[in-house]
């Protein structure tokens, strides 16, 4: 019984918590995860392609601040003046872009 209630509970906190990142997970998706992968992990063929890094990985996390992270995703990024990430800034909000970044360092393991 008492598990019971502890279980329903961490329900009802980790579904509040997804209601939160619902929109960001969805843009992720939408957006991001063809090349980054679903996990952050970049192990897509687009992403081998383009050797994107493992987001999972924490000193791949600490390559870049959070300043960076959404300069990059405003900007897009470029691989040897070839651009390899288009710039987003455009298509999301500034709200957005902060959520997206928050939403890749909880990739991290
Ligand atoms: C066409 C493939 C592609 C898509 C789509 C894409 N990216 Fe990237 N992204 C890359 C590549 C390639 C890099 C550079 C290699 C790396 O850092 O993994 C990169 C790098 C980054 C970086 C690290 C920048 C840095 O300073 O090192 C962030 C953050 C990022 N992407 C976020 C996003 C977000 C958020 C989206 C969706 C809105 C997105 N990317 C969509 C290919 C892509």
Known sequence: MRRKVS??????????G??????????????????HG????????MGKKLNVKDYRDPRVQ??????E????????????GKE???PFGGKLSDTDIKALVAYIRSFKK
């Open 38 to 45: 679903k996990d952050g992990s970049g192990a897509t063929m």
């Open 69 to 80: 992270a959404e300069r990059a995703i405003k900007e897009g990024v470029k691989t040897n």
């Open 18 to 35: 997804i209601a939160i990142a619902a929109d960001t997970s969805a843009i992720w998706k939408a957006n991001c995860a063809s090349c």
């Open 7 to 16: 279980l329903f509970i961490a329900t009802i906190v980790c579904s509040s």
């Open 62 to 67: 600490a390559i870049f601040s959070d300043a």
């Open 84 to 86: 390899t990430m288009k």
